[in-house]
């Protein structure tokens, strides 16, 4: 099987609060150089546990700003 990862840091475009028990979408981008095309956007574990918030798995387009889908499954609101 070949595999062909590569890391990107993703940064939300404008701090957001999401809500308890909720689910948002939010404008974000890419930080490190990327050859557009399209990629799988997961999120790391390092940031689930720092966050406490999960990122949708999704299928990107890389040559702009892209969307990203947050949930937060925790009784409290959260900034990201």
Not at 11 to 22: C, G, M, P, Q, Y
Not at 33 to 61: I, M, N, W, Y
Request: with cysteine.
């Amino acid at each position: 099987m070949l595999s062909n990862y590569q890391y990107l840091r993703v940064i939300v475009e404008d701090t957001a609060l999401v809500s308890a028990n909720s689910e948002m979408i939010t404008a974000a981008k890419v930080l490190d150089r990327c050859d557009g095309g399209l990629a799988t956007l997961e999120p790391t574990l390092d940031f689930v546990q720092h966050s406490k918030l999960l990122v949708g798995r999704s299928l990107v387009k890389m040559d702009g700003p892209i969307v990203i889908r947050l949930l937060n499954p925790t009784s409290y609101p959260r900034w990201v």
